[in-house]
């Protein structure tokens, strides 16, 4: 079943300085199943980060659609996506002081956004120990963030991000200050906790041995999806061949195939035998 709907999705900054427009997403086209697992791979400035803050109702799109359940977040007004934020999306971010408070123990931090829903005392503190139980730091509970680890400062972030039930996960780069072995383990129990409760999970990354964790890899290149595939079935980026057509017939190819064509050069498309073949005479 379909959980996010995004359609040609565009994103414009203007600077105030100098009234400048630079586009960060191109008419994205994308779907997510609920309860999927899926991996949002491009280097810096590809705009996988843009997206993924439209997706947290931090920022709103310049223009297209985006559904998430049955919630338009193209059409909400500023205290509309406050109230998404806070009742349907966690968010996991890359520097752990953006994930927790550094001043009270990770039981209290995983406890707050559960109190924001009026939950009673009892039952936010029964819920905070099973969620830091099942990341793996039911021992470090009285603990603050500076005396953790890395790893586990992030696994608690983790525990924080679904404390209140959200039905969507969002990470940004959540790997990104950890070293390999770490990593893994963030991914394992990533993997563990979206089994465990359904919940739709979307990562964004540059690290294509974290991407290839997930269930399926989408690589968006200058603020277009460029390829997708099953997770399982490709070794290297190179083996990213599945490409979307949008309703207006336009499609983005992958990059390692743009650059081995010429740019901005005619190509010819026929359809033969039932399939789309595209051609592009040396010259």
Known sequence: MTFIEIR??????????????????????????????????????????????????????????????????????????????RYHVGTLWQLPSRNL?????????????????????????????????DVGLADRIHHLPKQLSGGQVQRAGLACAIAHNPKLLLADEPTGELDTKTANELMKYFKELNEMTGITAILVTHDFDIAKSTQRVIQIIDGRISGYSDAKKIKTLKDMNSVYIDRFGGLQLPRHITEQIKLQEELEVTMEDGKIVLRQENK
């Open 101 to 133: 408070i550094w001043e009270i123990p990770i039981l209290d931090n995983v406890e707050i956004s559960m109190r924001l829903l009026g939950l009673p005392r009892e039952e936010r503190l029964k819920r905070a120990k099973e969620l830091l139980t």
């Open 8 to 85: 040609d999705l565009i994103k414009i900054y203007q600077t105030k300085e100098t009234l400048v427009r630079v586009p960060a997403l191109r008419g994205v086209e994308l779907d997510v199943d609920e309860g999927e697992f899926i991996a949002i791979i491009g280097p810096s400035g590809s705009g996988k980060t843009t997206l993924l803050q439209i997706l947290a109702g931090m920022t709103e799109p310049s223009a297209g659609t985006i559904k998430v359940g049955d919630l338009y977040l193209d059409q909400m007004r500023e205290s509309e996506r406050r109230t998404y934020r």
